[in-house]
């Protein structure tokens, strides 16, 4: 179970720009907190003592001493083999039994972060978009072609046409007739893919919904489509971050799976 404070750090509403930016910085390195003082951390955050200390109120501490407390409390609670963000250690275990701890943990971390940068309005009428369509087109190349074979699957059992294409089909594209009741979904995590996106601006050019499906908002994909689900960041020079990845994916297309399913059964 995650720690009451951490959950608010990950999940904190209505906060101002630079304290969004203190709270990233602190849960990428949880150890400066306990460190620093709150004038050490305003200088490393490049905000003011002040702002770290209405940060730590917002937050149901008393200040930052008792914030640090806590969350040093609550970060000893926390397995020290797990509190590594190098995949790379945890993969250098290098047994299954590692395993039994390590694979939860990644799985755990890209839902999270992926849960973190979900925008709710744009995930409602992406939805509503999703109820109103009568065919759903999901395009993705090598293993993104696998996961919008699940996705798909998933709508075809709930009786809604679905189609996964591995990599896109440029007579498809180009033949087509635009239909506003067809919905597509492209899949990259750079968001740099060539393919994909060739294939979102044919469909956009029809003047049809697309969205992408990218670890990258401000990637040359998310530019051709109409809405953006930002998924987890993937780094090539992680190797875990493949499968974190695809958990984050499967996780966005199956918040979208569950709407669908109300309206059916």
């Known amino acids: 179970m995650e720690s009451k404070l951490l959950q608010k750090l990950k999940y904190a509403s209505q906060l101002t720009a630079q304290e969004k930016h203190i709270v990233d910085y602190i849960l990428n390195n949880p150890e400066v907190v306990f460190d620093s003082t709150a004038?050490?951390?305003a200088q490393q955050t490049y905000t003011?003592?002040?702002?770290?200390?209405?940060?730590?109120k917002k937050l149901g501490t008393k200040g930052y001493p008792d914030f640090q407390l806590k969350l040093a409390l609550e970060y000893q609670?926390?397995?020290?083999?797990?509190?590594?963000?190098?995949?790379h250690a945890i993969a250098e275990q290098?047994?299954?039994l590692a395993a039994?701890?390590?694979v939860p943990y990644l799985y755990q971390q890209a839902l999270e972060d992926t849960?973190?940068?979900?925008?709710?309005?744009?995930?409602?009428?992406?939805?509503n978009w999703v109820k109103e369509s009568v065919r759903i087109d999901v395009y993705g190349s090598d293993m993104n072609y696998y996961l919008a074979q699940q996705a798909c699957a998933k709508w075809n059992e709930l009786?809604?046409?679905a189609i996964a294409h591995n990599s896109p089909n440029m007579h498809y594209l180009n033949t087509m007739n635009p239909n506003n009741l067809t919905l597509s979904f492209v899949i990259s995590h750079t968001g740099e893919n060539q393919s994909m996106i060739e294939a979102a601006k044919v469909l956009s050019n029809k003047q049809m919904k697309v969205i992408a499906v990218t670890g990258n908002n401000h990637s040359t994909l998310s530019r051709h489509c109409d809405e953006t689900l930002l998924a987890y960041g993937y780094n090539e020079q992680?190797?875990?971050?493949?499968?974190?990845?695809?958990?984050?994916?499967?996780?966005?297309?199956?918040?979208?799976?569950?709407?669908s399913i109300s309206d059916t059964y």
Do not use: W
């Open 39 to 41: 004038h050490e951390l």
């Open 48 to 56: 003011s003592s002040s702002t770290i200390v209405r940060l730590c």
């Open 77 to 87: 609670q926390i397995p020290s083999a797990l509190q590594t963000q190098d995949d």
């Open 94 to 96: 290098g047994n299954v």
């Open 100 to 102: 039994i701890d390590s």
């Open 115 to 127: 849960r973190r940068m979900l925008n709710a309005p744009v995930l409602l009428r992406i939805a």
């Open 159 to 161: 009786g809604i046409s």
């Open 238 to 259: 992680l190797r875990l971050s493949k499968m974190s990845s695809m958990v984050s994916v499967l996780y966005l297309f199956d918040m979208l799976y569950m709407g």
